[in-house]
């Protein structure tokens, strides 16, 4: 292995690095919105008034966060299929995103629940709105503004993570780097050119959420 940089090898390899940088990006939007449902979930069991969904919401949460994403990965590849269940590496991957930032995502809704003035249920209650239409109509648009920058970093650290999916073979840019890394007996391209490509796609959704969070702000305040 050789530690001089190649700026011809590092174009050559391009390519490749791109392309797993484009599945590491899809992984991360998919599992995003799988967080959002599963957080989603998990806030409204906890919130509930029976008070058997509750635990049974924050025993998930606690289930999902509290054990690391790498076992929670092989779980999804390598143990459900005994019960039947065979995904895809890449669909593993998403499902395994989602469910282990779905917890924190959940830990978003609720705080920022909470965090609602207790006037707004009473007049959701005196106008007879439905719970659907509380939240529809008074307490999601609230909600917006503060979930931003939480949901945000929630997304550019589920970018971070993706490489933990090279483990069931999901073609992401880490395993590209060192699939590359393994062929070519050089490391120092595939490896610098990946963490700059983390970097550059992490700066790029800091930026959109920055962008995101002022338009919101300035259109609903």
């Not at 700059?196 to 930026?207: D, E, R, T």
Request: aromatic content about 14%; cysteine-free; proline content about 5%.
């Amino acid at each position: 292995m050789t530690l001089d940089f190649s700026w011809s090898f590092a174009a050559q390899i391009s390519p490749a690095l791109a392309r797993g940088a484009g599945v590491a990006f899809i992984a991360a939007i998919g599992g995003f919105f799988v967080a959002l449902l599963v957080g989603a979930v998990l806030a409204g069991l906890q919130r509930s008034k029976r008070w058997w969904l509750a635990l049974t919401g924050r025993w998930l949460m606690e289930l999902l966060r509290s054990t690391p994403l790498l076992i929670q990965v092989y779980f999804l590849f390598f143990v459900l299929p005994g019960w039947g269940i065979v995904l895809e590496p890449v669909t593993t991957g998403v499902v395994a995103l989602g469910l282990y930032h779905g917890a924190y995502v959940a830990e978003a809704y609720r705080a920022v629940l909470d965090n609602l003035p207790a006037g707004q249920w009473d007049a959701a209650h005196s106008l007879r709105f439905s719970r659907y239409h509380a939240y529809r109509y008074l307490m999601l648009p609230q909600m917006v503004l503060p979930l931003t920058p939480a949901l945000g970093n929630t997304f550019i650290t589920m970018l971070k993570d993706t490489p933990i999916l090279a483990a069931v073979s999901v073609p992401e840019l880490m395993f590209a780097a060192n699939d590359v890394g393994a062929q070519s007996f050089r490391y120092v391209e595939p490896i610098t050119l990946a963490a700059l490509a983390y970097l550059f796609m992490s700066g790029v959704a800091a930026l959109v959420v920055w962008l995101l969070r002022n338009w919101i702000k300035g259109r609903y305040q």
